[in-house]
C-alpha cells in the first residue's frame, strides 16, 4: 500500500448543514496514517450550524453559502473547491440539493451518507417514516452522487435493528453511530479498493 503523509492525501471537501457529528467523524479519520483523506475545506449552508466548530477547533478553511440562491452559491463554491484543489466531496447531513450543473462541473468524486436502506426512504424523515412502515431494520448507505436525490451507485451499507421500544431519536442515534464506521470505511473502499 502506498505510504500517505498530508501531502499525497486526497484534498477533501465536507459538506455540512447542522450537528456535524459526521464531519467530526471525518476529520479525526483524516489525521490517521492509513487515511487517504485530507480535509482542506469545510462548506455550510447554515451560518448557525454547530459543525462550525469542528472547523474552527481544527483549523480548517470553512465558507458559508446560504445555497437559497443555489446558482450564485453554487459558483462560489466551485471557485472555492478549485482554489483548494479538492478533489473529494463528502456530503455529511448537507440538508440542500446539488444541481446537476454543480454535479456535472466538479470534476472530481462526490459522496453522501443516507440514514436510511437506500433505495428505500429517500429524502428527509427517514427515520419517522421507517417507524410507521413497522420496518424491522433500518440502516444507512454510502453512495455516489448524481443528479437524482439519493440515487447514485450505492458504496457500502450498514443494517440496524430495530427494537419495539425506538423512537424517531433513539434510531437516529444508533444509526449514527453505524454511519461514522460506515462512512470511514466506505472511503477505504472507494480509494483503495478493500
Ligand atoms: C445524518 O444522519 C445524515 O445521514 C443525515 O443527516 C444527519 C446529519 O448528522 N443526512 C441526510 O439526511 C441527508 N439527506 P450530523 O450533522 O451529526 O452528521
Redesign the pocket.
Known amino acids: 500500500m502506498v505510504k500517505l503523509n498530508g501531502s499525497n492525501k486526497i484534498k477533501t471537501a465536507v459538506f455540512?448543514?447542522?450537528?456535524?457529528?459526521?464531519?467530526?467523524?471525518l476529520i479525526q479519520f483524516s489525521f490517521l496514517n492509513k487515511s487517504p483523506i485530507k480535509i482542506s475545506l469545510i462548506v455550510s449552508s447554515n451560518k448557525r450550524?454547530?459543525?462550525l466548530s469542528f472547523a474552527d477547533k481544527y483549523k480548517i478553511n470553512r465558507k458559508i453559502y446560504d445555497f437559497n440562491n443555489k446558482k450564485k452559491s453554487e459558483s462560489l463554491t466551485l471557485k472555492q473547491l478549485k482554489m483548494n484543489n479538492i478533489s473529494l466531496i463528502c456530503?455529511?447531513?448537507?440538508?440542500k440539493i446539488l444541481s446537476p450543473n454543480f454535479i456535472k462541473k466538479f470534476k472530481g468524486i462526490i459522496l453522501?451518507?443516507?440514514?436510511?436502506l437506500l433505495p428505500k426512504y429517500?429524502?428527509?424523515n427517514?427515520h419517522t417514516r421507517v417507524l410507521q412502515n413497522k420496518e424491522k431494520y433500518s440502516g444507512?448507505t454510502v453512495h455516489y452522487v448524481n443528479s437524482k436525490?439519493?440515487s447514485g451507485k450505492i458504496i457500502l451499507q450498514a443494517k440496524v435493528k430495530i427494537s419495539k421500544k425506538d423512537t424517531s431519536s433513539s434510531l437516529?442515534k444508533k444509526?449514527?453511530k453505524q454511519?461514522h464506521l460506515l462512512y470511514r470505511k466506505a472511503i477505504k473502499k472507494v480509494f483503495f479498493s478493500l
Not at 456530503?91 to 440538508?95: I, S
Open positions: 455540512i448543514s447542522g450537528t456535524g457529528s459526521n464531519l467530526k467523524n450550524a454547530k459543525g456530503l455529511a447531513g448537507f440538508m453522501n451518507i443516507h440514514p436510511s429517500k429524502g428527509l427517514t444507512c436525490l439519493d437516529k444509526i449514527l454511519e
